[in-house]
């Protein structure tokens, strides 16, 4: 199914750690599993935080995600990601792979 929703998140001021400990909660098999309708995310440290970039099958799946698992998750992470993040939604235009 490709891609239609994409969401970004800058955690400024987020390491590599901090990522590390939140998406062992928020994402299936300790971090290493992707949430269903999660369908690709790419995330890594910048010069002044750490950014996250998800793309999901449908706006509902990422709000789904976001409300019952993401959110939650995050309120329960011992030296987690400093939030809320800048975060920017966009409908997918185009997406390709190797």
Do not use: C
């Not at 909660?25 to 995310?41: M, N, S």
């Not at 993401?70 to 190797?98: H, I, M, Q, R, W």
């Amino acid at each position: 199914m490709a891609a239609t929703f994409g969401i970004t998140h800058f955690f400024k001021g987020g390491t590599a750690e901090q990522y590390e400990n939140s998406i062992k909660v928020v994402h299936p098999d300790g971090g290493k599993g992707l949430p269903a309708g999660q369908l690709y995310h790419a995330a890594g440290p910048t010069e002044d935080g750490f950014l996250i970039i998800a793309l999901f099958d449908s706006e509902p799946s990422w709000v789904k995600f976001r409300d019952e698992t993401l959110l939650p998750g995050f309120a329960k992470v011992e030296n987690g990601l400093p939030g809320p993040p800048d975060e920017t939604s966009f409908k997918v235009y185009n997406s390709a792979s190797a």
